[in-house]
């Protein structure tokens, strides 16, 4: 497995903010994830963080909403933009490890609460 | 629409029995299937995968997956309360990104002492 941790853990945030929620892992990693999983929901792919190139989103995702950064092969940033109650969520990064780099492994998350 | 299903439970079982956990999904082509068990207030942590139809055992654990049928399983054997949780099943997206897993909602597992 691998060990990542992720600042903040949680936050109560004022509608219209922005919260950029950090992901650091300790080894190098080529790609890292970025979930979310809403109150009784399944998790949600956002995007894909990849170094060196733009972010890759899934459907319904946009960069302007949830910009991303990815400054080296250890860390990416995720920021939720101009928040609503609606993005109150847990945020979750994920490296892939294993022999086909196909299992994941999640940080902790951030429980943000938009008001 | 590449779905995951599971039956949300809660499933609840005596210690020491046979947790059973379902899940069926969509996606015919999808080759990669995992079991995540994630605690309350908690991220889910990676227990089981299974690339290959048939059985997987890991300790306690066996997963058990059917590609004809689309069906994969995860049975956990002496059930202990600490295995109470939500267990959730994914898998990998075939021709998506790398790391496009689609979860199931989940399945709340609680192990009766």
């Known amino acids: 497995s691998a060990v990542i941790s992720q600042k903040p853990s949680r936050d109560i945030c004022q509608r219209g903010t922005s919260l950029t929620i950090q992901c650091q892992v300790d080894?190098?990693?080529?790609?890292m994830f970025w979930y979310r999983q809403q109150p009784g929901q399944s998790l949600t792919l956002i995007a894909t963080a990849n170094q060196g190139s733009e972010a890759t989103y899934e459907s319904g995702f946009v960069i302007d909403k949830f910009p991303i950064s990815r400054p080296n092969l250890t860390f990416s940033t995720l920021t939720v933009s101009n928040m609503s109650p609606e993005d109150s969520s847990i945020y979750l990064c994920s490296v892939p490890r294993g022999r086909r780099h196909h299992e994941q492994f999640f940080g902790p998350g951030t429980r943000l609460t938009v008001l | 629409q590449k779905e995951v299903e599971q039956n949300s439970g809660p499933l609840s079982v005596p210690e020491g029995a046979i947790a059973s956990l379902n899940c069926t999904y969509s996606?015919?082509?999808?080759?990669?299937f995992f079991w995540y068990r994630q605690y309350s207030g908690k991220s889910p942590e990676l227990i089981m995968f299974?690339?290959?139809?048939g059985d997987k055992e890991d300790g306690r654990f066996t997963a058990q997956l059917n590609k004809a049928s689309q069906y994969v399983s995860l049975l956990i054997r002496d059930s202990q309360p600490s295995d109470s949780a939500t267990y959730l099943c994914?898998?990998?997206?075939?021709?998506?990104?790398?790391?496009?897993?689609?979860f199931g909602k989940g399945t709340k597992l609680s192990v009766k002492p």
């Open positions: 299974i690339y290959s139809n």
């Open positions: 994914a898998n990998r997206i075939s021709g998506g990104s790398q790391g496009n897993l689609i």
């Open positions: 996606d015919r082509g999808s080759q990669s």
């Open positions: 080894s190098q990693v080529t790609m």
